[in-house]
């Protein structure tokens, strides 16, 4: 499973890229407006140091002007991936990427058949939000669930990019699920390696060791 940092923030970016496991990187417009460079010199800066699929995400809602935004955000890097929202417009704007070998990621995608569309339309990712799902009392997890036996069933190639998550549990069940994807808030994966019984544990093999005169 790859493991995409979801964040526009080079500081937590480059702290991800130095423990060896990024893959990739999402960002999102919320993300963007968070940070105070302009969009396409933090998207530059990312791509600097990031090599894999770094996600950029249109505003417009009509694919004329999506395809516009595309034309100047693939100038920034050959990494870059086009983040469309999956409504009708943005089909027609992945479909025109697709066909042109721009890589696209449908991205707000809360149901089965909205996933189904863009695969059919050929992204190369699409991005279920299960934690806004978790949020309205509705389990995120059965989407993923859901998508990745769709797109086994037809051997659809999109990648299942499991978006919005805010805790470990939905990465292990991501994982469980076979999704290719997590992108992950920085808080998400500074938790991936902890365990407090593997703290508790090293302390005494230290201090174990140490009071038999051995260290
Ligand atoms: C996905 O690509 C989005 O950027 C993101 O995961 C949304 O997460 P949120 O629901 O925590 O805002």
Same mark, same amino acid.
């Given at each position: 499973m790859k493991f995409f940092i979801d964040s526009a923030n080079l500081d937590e970016i480059r702290q991800?890229?130095?423990?060896?496991l990024l893959d990739g990187v999402t960002t999102n417009p919320s993300l963007a407006a968070?940070?105070?460079? $302009?969009?396409?010199?933090?998207?530059?800066?990312?791509?600097? #140091?990031?090599?894999?699929? #770094?996600?950029?995400?249109?505003?417009?809602?009509?694919a004329p002007g999506m395809l516009k935004e595309a034309?100047?955000?693939?100038?920034?890097?050959?990494?870059?991936?086009?983040?469309? $929202? !999956?409504?009708?417009?943005?089909l027609k704007a992945i479909s025109t990427l697709s066909g042109n070998g721009i890589m696209t990621n449908a991205t707000l995608v809360f149901q089965p058949l909205q996933a189904l569309m863009v695969?059919?339309?050929?992204? !190369?990712?699409?991005?279920?939000?299960?934690?806004?799902?978790?949020?309205i009392g509705t389990d995120g997890?059965?989407?993923?669930?859901q998508i990745v036996t769709i797109y086994s069933n037809y051997g659809l190639e999109t990648e299942v990019l499991v978006a919005s998550v805010r805790h470990?549990?939905?990465? #292990?069940?991501?994982?469980?699920?076979?999704?290719?994807v997590v992108?992950?808030?920085?808080?998400?994966?500074?938790?991936?390696?902890?365990?407090?019984?593997t703290d508790s544990g090293l302390e005494k093999f230290i201090a174990d060791f140490k009071n038999a005169g051995k260290g």
């Open positions: 991800a890229a130095e423990m060896g968070k940070e105070s460079a $302009p969009y396409e010199e933090i998207l530059t800066e990312i791509c600097n #140091v990031v090599e894999g699929p #770094v996600s950029a995400e249109v505003i417009s809602t009509d034309d100047r955000l693939i100038k920034i890097a050959e990494n870059i991936v086009i983040k469309i $929202p !999956t409504i009708p417009e943005g695969a059919k339309a050929g992204a !190369t990712f699409v991005s279920p939000f299960v934690g806004r799902l978790d949020d997890m059965d989407l993923i669930n470990p549990m939905h990465v #292990v069940q991501a994982a469980m699920l076979g999704a290719d992108t992950m808030p920085f808080k998400v994966i500074s938790t991936l390696m902890k365990h407090p019984l």
